[in-house]
T-cell receptor, first 111, second 114 residues
Framework: DAGITQSPRHKVTETGTPVTLRCHQT?????MYWYRQDPGHGLRLIHY???????DKGEVSDGYSVSRSKTEDFLLTLESATSSQTSVYFCAISDRATEAFFGQGTRLTVV | AQSVTQLGSHVSVSEGALVLLRCNYSSSVPPYLFWYVQYPNQGLQLLLKYTSAATLVKGINGFEAEFKKSETSFHLTKPSAHMSDAAEYFC????????????FGTGTRLTVIP
């Protein structure tokens, strides 16, 4: 596996609480991504980063924010979790000439 | 805009039979196309990729895919299914901006019947 670590792997949280998911890479890849996976939707891009402090929105970014203060770390924050954000979240990394490599996922349940 | 359509959310085949998983894409530029496999409770693993070289692409575990521009298709095949092939398969196309992000199909769950 590519050097990607997601934490936590599982989390249960209450509606309205903030939640932060972490993605850590050891590959020094420029691009980092957060996707969510939901039945019937495949994977959809939430946010991505193309460098330290350079981030942009994906197709399902409402309710999420991200930060990248170091090349190796990309954080996804749910400011106020809702039940619709119950999902499996995947971090991915790539460089311009390579395919994307995925982490093992974080299963988030909002109750 | 780029997108991918996977026909058939569930496919069942007998062990030893041909596997055919369908993917059609939409892209206004020459596409980069990918097939990923996901086993239960795991991340996505790259099976193969098309990056404008040979139209017939061979991947891991005996899978291959053929890029057909005239049909805007990139179907995944394997001559003989094995029990270990049971998984979910995703087709994806690279986005047209500089972000390198992928647009995924909705996935096809492959069941292999003994």
């Amino acid at each position: 596996d590519a050097g990607i670590t997601q934490s936590p792997r599982h989390k249960v949280t209450e509606t309205g609480t903030p939640v932060t998911l972490r993605c850590h890479q050891t590959e020094n890849h420029r691009y980092m991504y957060w996707y969510r996976q939901d039945p019937g939707h495949g994977l959809r891009l939430i946010h991505y980063s193309y460098g330290v402090k350079d981030t942009d929105k994906g197709e399902v970014s409402d309710g999420y924010s991200v930060s990248r203060s170091k090349t190796e770390d990309f954080l996804l924050t749910l400011e106020s979790a809702t039940s619709s954000q119950t999902s499996v979240y995947f971090c991915a990394i790539s460089d311009r000439a390579t395919e994307a490599f995925f982490g093992q996922g974080t299963r988030l349940t909002v109750v | 805009a780029q997108s991918v359509t996977q026909l058939g959310s569930h496919v069942s085949v007998s062990e030893g039979a041909l596997v055919l998983l369908r993917c059609n894409y939409s892209s206004s530029v020459p596409p980069y196309l990918f097939w990923y496999v996901q086993y239960p409770n795991q991340g996505l693993q790259l099976l193969l990729k098309y990056t404008s070289a040979a139209t017939l692409v061979k991947g891991i575990n005996g899978f291959e895919a053929e890029f057909k521009k005239s049909e805007t298709s990139f179907h995944l095949t394997k001559p003989s299914a094995h029990m270990s092939d049971a998984a979910e398969y995703f087709c994806a196309v690279r986005g047209e901006t500089g972000a390198n992000n992928l647009f995924f199909g909705t996935g096809t769950r492959l069941t292999v019947i003994p």
